[in-house]
């Protein structure tokens, strides 16, 4: 039952047709609301029922304040839930086991049910396992059936089962992209008790890239799956009402530069400023030069420097975009007149009050590149030599970064600023510069041998060494939805064929569209040839290198790294390299626009300073440059405007649910409730509900814990949830060979997110994972306690278990930040870890710990595991739960050794009275199933 406190509900007439709407400007707030404050104001006004949403929420929101940080916490209800397979598909599982439970509890399993709609788009299960053919992205995407075919069948089964709920097929396009340019509205429209509402479009996504979509306006961030499923059964998302921060955009990009560009230097810039948790708006006149595609783009990376949105404000260049896309004329009048009408629409000369405005000029940015692990660690690109040496000799502890530059005994010799060529990524055949004594000393130095690794790959002889590409792809939502970038690097391959260039043969090259316009463009424009020729042919519509789906390298380029200790480097146009992520044998991954990753391909080797050197030389053996063949914004635009349409659009997404043969011939069973499968290995029953009274049972104290995990600063969802390839030896590969599927078979960790058994095994299990509890390790390695055995973690979990051993795990700042893994916090919470104690937590992955039940707890200000000498080996308890009405705001940690005790108070990072409910009752699952109950 709705209310209306403020008296807002008004008529709004657009053509020939009414729509009720909340009018903004009912409510009078003590400062101009920025654009993302007011449509959270637009959405408690709509929702107030005087329970879940209240007057004083609204309240609180209309004195907000851009002077002080707001305790205040309001519900947030929005328009639709967005998921993409890797998330999507343990989100429908645990729906489903949700039905289960509630048929056992004695409720009706109708009940489980999405109250708002939900989307659901399968891009997360290609790999790149075929490339530089034409036959490629038909070979992948059989396989990618093959593979997943238990898991399209559950999600065929929802899509007919559940109401509200629709699913985008495999090889269609990237999450992002379909949402950006199908899915979103702007303006939501939705009947209600007879009558046609308009209000924001918002959502909630199971991918941390979800505010890609604040580009067009729409507000909207990523959540775990579990939040997602809460939303989807109707339970509002509780905030804290947040900061925002206003980054004034001056000036227009220089030419040269690229949406990529721009990107990593906010990245940068908003990293340095620290937004984790806050809403970051763009404003100003430099707005209005920011293609709807750049915004985007800028949107998309937000999780990369912390902020939980992005976002622009509707204009003239989103209604333009809405055009472009196909979207009805009605629709797009509707936009319009609603964002004027409540104050939605961007006016550069009336801003609004910000928690605080950094300002860039964009005609300071440069092109550039970001890695080897982090996406804010940009370096202008003429630097990437400089950098990759000092990476390179770090590796020997020559180079010492937090000293910025190498030690003594090289120093005078070799420079962080110098550059030195270690090799210029020619072909053996080719004549090659002769090694400086310099770089000889170098290489001894270093303990690199004197002579790169010979290697022959399709009958050509060549070198790989330190440093070089082995692969370049162009994949990930961040760029693959934006046409001047995708035509820029076609059209630099175009001017590269037409020198005669080619491809280094050790560098895999991949091209897989966001969406399948893009295809349609480049094919329009005559371009597709030209990429195809570099060997950056379509492998398919889907997420790929970007989420570590790259596929095996080339044979013989994967013996010659592994066999000698090769530090090699992958560049992709996607918005995440950390550690371990895109490839177990690439130790460095760096981020470029697309036009700068054919460069690369070219190049094949990160020593190669891209502005001054030479890519390569033509048949007749002259030296081609970067600049030579770069093409022009008069050239890019050209094209744009020329063979980039909204027929395009408007015919692609007709048929944007259909599918393929594959899809629409599936089998498909009937009936309210799923048929699981005993001996599925994708599929499973999950055990969250198993053992569940009407009623939670009281909040506990910790006693007799020990460390499964001993953590430094920034592990990431990466880190600890299961992701890429599965490792034969590993404990996920020994129980999926138990069950009788080869390794050929064992397709990723993601494609098996719906089988618990396989994810808890790879739980902490990254490759990169550094367990100071097990020092001189990599990988999940830990030492079961007290006896000191060293072990898989998963390994010693189950002994831990059987020995009724609590546990938990000791972790340094930013814990969990990353990709909104549901799973490292299912993981986490089924390995039986009790609580996590950190410097800081990242905000999704801290929400996700609460909603398994796991207890967030911080170390006091300044203070670490390492400041109170902890080492792991001790008994933790944690007291100040049992026996009272609620949680509190600290606990007493207690950690004793043979030696000495150590005893400090940690901070509950339990934020909001929501969140307190979800962990009484164990995690937002069963709190929900109770509730429906």
């Known amino acids: 039952m709705t209310t209306n406190s403020f008296d807002t509900w008004d008529t709004l007439r657009v053509g020939d047709t009414d729509y009720e709407i909340h009018r903004l400007d009912g409510v009078e707030t003590k400062a101009r609301l920025p654009y993302s404050l007011r449509i959270l104001l637009e959405n408690l006004l709509r929702n107030e029922d005087g329970r879940l949403v209240t007057r004083d929420q609204i309240e609180a929101l209309r004195n907000w304040s851009p002077d002080k940080v707001s305790t205040e916490e309001i519900q947030f209800s929005p328009a639709r839930v967005l998921m993409q397979d890797f998330t999507g598909v343990p989100c429908v599982v645990d729906l489903v086991a949700m039905r289960d439970a509630m048929s056992d509890l004695g409720g009706d399993p109708q009940k489980i049910n999405p109250l708002i709609p ?11 396992d075929a490339f530089g053919s034409p036959q490629a992205l038909g070979i992948n995407a059989q396989l990618e059936f093959e593979r997943n075919e238990e898991r399209y069948q559950l999600l065929r089964w929802a899509q007919q089962s559940f109401a509200d709920f629709v699913v985008v097929p495999p090889d269609t396009g990237i999450c992002h992209q379909v949402n950006l340019e199908y899915l979103s509205r702007v303006v939501f429209t939705r009947e209600r008790d007879g009558v046609v509402q308009a209000y924001p479009d ?46 004034k955009l001056i ?3 220089p030419a040269g530069t690229t949406a990529t560009d721009l990107v990593l230097t906010v990245a940068e810039l908003l990293r340095r400023t620290r937004v984790v948790g806050k809403f970051v708006e763009f404003f100003g006149p430099g707005v209005a030069s920011i293609p709807l595609a750049n915004r985007a783009t800028l949107g998309n990376m937000s999780p990369e420097y912390g902020a939980t949105v992005a976002i622009f404000p509707v204009d003239e260049e989103t209604l333009n975009y809405l055009r472009l896309t196909g979207r009805e004329e009605q629709q797009i009048a509707l936009v319009e007149e609603y964002a004027k009408v409540q104050g939605l629409w961007h006016d550069p000369d009336s801003p609004a009050d910000y928690s605080q405005v950094v300002e860039l000029d964009l ?35 020559i180079y010492h970064p937090a000293a910025g530059g190498v030690d003594d005994a090289s120093a005078d ?32 130095k270093l303990g690199w041998p004197s002579d790169p690794v010979d290697v022959v790959i399709d009958g050509t002889p060549a070198i790989i060494d330190h440093g070089d590409v082995v692969i370049a792809a162009i994949t990930s939502c961040t760029n693959t939805s934006n046409p001047s970038v995708m035509l820029g690097a076609a059209l630099l391959a175009k001017k590269a064929v037409e020198r005669g260039l080619r491809t280094r043969p050790w560098v895999k090259t991949t091209l897989a569209p966001g969406s399948r316009v893009v295809t349609t463009y480049l094919e329009r424009a005559g371009l597709t040839e030209y990429l195809d020729r570099l060997g950056f042919h379509n492998i398919g519509y889907g997420c790929t290198t970007c989420i570590g789906n790259s596929g095996p390298l080339i044979p013989e380029v994967s013996r010659a790294v592994t066999g000698n200790g090769l530090n090699v480097a992958s560049v992709l146009s996607g918005n995440r390299n950390f550690e371990g992520r895109i490839h177990p044998e690439v130790k460095m991954n760096f981020l470029a626009s697309p036009p700068l990753v054919v460069a690369y391909a070219l190049a094949g080797s990160l020593h190669t300073n891209l502005l001054e050197d030479p890519l ?5 053996g002259r030296d081609v440059y970067l600049r030579d063949i770069w093409p022009t914004e008069e050239e890019i635009r050209a094209v744009v405007d020329e063979h980039v349409r909204a027929e395009m ?14 899809w629409r011939g599936m089998a498909i069973p009937e009936g309210d409730k799923y048929a699981w499968s005993g001996e599925s290995t994708y599929i499973r029953k999950p055990p969250y509900f198993d053992g569940m009274e009407v009623e939670p049972a009281p909040v506990e104290d910790i006693a007799g814990a020990r460390v499964l995990a001993l953590l430094g600063d920034s592990v990431t969802t990466d880190h600890i949830s299961p992701a890429g390839a599965i490792n034969p030896t590993s404990p996920a590969g020994r129980y999926l060979q138990e069950q009788g599927v080869e390794p050929r078979d064992f397709n990723s960790y993601g494609s098996r997110r719906g089988n618990h058994h396989v994810m808890v095994r790879g739980t902490f299990a990254n490759v990169r994972l550094r367990n100071l509890l097990a020092p001189g390790t990599e990988g999940g390695v830990t030492r079961h306690l007290p006896d000191g055995e060293e072990m898989s973690i998963y390994d010693a979990a189950q002994r831990y278990r059987e020995e009724n051993v609590p546990l938990i795990v000791l972790a340094g700042a930013e814990y969990g930040s990353g990709s909104s893994r549901d799973w490292a916090a299912k993981g986490t919470s089924l390995l039986g870890v009790r609580a996590v104690i950190a410097r800081s937590f990242e905000r999704i992955h801290r ?16 203070e670490s595991a390492a400041s109170y000498d902890l080492t792991g080996d001790e008994v933790f308890s944690v007291t100040g739960l049992a026996g009272r009405e609620d949680i509190p705001r600290t606990v007493t940690v207690r950690a004793e050794s043979p030696e000495r005790t150590v005893e400090f108070e940690a901070v509950v990072r339990i934020d909001t009275p929501a969140e307190e409910a979800y962990f009484r009752h164990g995690g937002i699952l069963p709190y929900v199933l109770r509730q429906l109950l």
Do not use: C, K
């Not at 939900?118 to 790149?128: K, P, T, Y």
């Not at 890695?371 to 950098?387: E, I, K, V, W």
């Open 118 to 128: 939900g989307e659901l788009v399968i891009d997360h299960s290609l790999i790149a």
């Open 202 to 247: 918002t959502l909630v996504g199971t991918d941390s890239h979800t505010p890609m979509v604040n580009g067009l306006g729409v507000l909207g961030w990523g959540v775990g799956g579990i939040e997602a499923e809460a939303a989807m059964l109707g339970q509002p998302a509780s905030l804290l009402i947040p900061e925002v921060v206003g980054l």
């Open 251 to 253: 000036g227009e990009l």
């Open 363 to 397: 005609a300071t940015v440069t092109p550039s590149i970001s890695g080897p692990s982090r996406p804010q660690d940009r370096m202008n690109l003429a630097d990437a030599p400089a950098t990759v040496l000092g990476l390179l000799a770090g590796e020997h502890d």
């Open 413 to 444: 010799s070799f420079p962080a600023s110098d550059p030195v060529y270690l090799h210029t990524g020619q072909y053996r055949d080719a004549p090659p510069r002769e090694l400086s004594r310099r770089q000889l000393t170098m290489n001894a």
């Open 616 to 620: 390569a030389q033509d048949p007749e």
């Open 649 to 662: 659009f408007s015919a692609s997404y007709d048929t944007v649910f259909d599918g393929d043969d594959n």
């Open 847 to 862: 929400s996700n710990l609460v909603g398994m039940g796991v207890l967030p707890l911080q170390f006091p200000e300044g």
